[in-house]
């Protein structure tokens, strides 16, 4: 691998940040709003099954009340 010195490594990286295509506030904002939504349902659809499989043991174990 070829070495490259600081200065040029750093205008390297200027052009590679420059053909970037950064989201909008807009796009940023829904994006997370998705990621919150999406993490709530996984969340309540997890609950939901921890809640089935520890009925399933206690039933299968007889400690059930």
Request: hydrophobic residues 55%; glycine residues 6%; proline residues 3%.
């Amino acid at each position: 691998m070829a070495k490259t010195n600081p200065a040029q490594f750093i205008r390297q990286v200027r052009q590679e940040v420059a053909k970037v295509t950064w989201p909008s506030r807009k796009e940023t904002t829904i994006t997370t709003i998705m990621v919150f939504v999406m993490v709530a349902l996984a969340s309540m659809f997890l609950m939901g099954v921890d809640w089935i499989f520890a009925e399933l043991v206690q039933v299968v174990l007889g400690i059930g009340g």
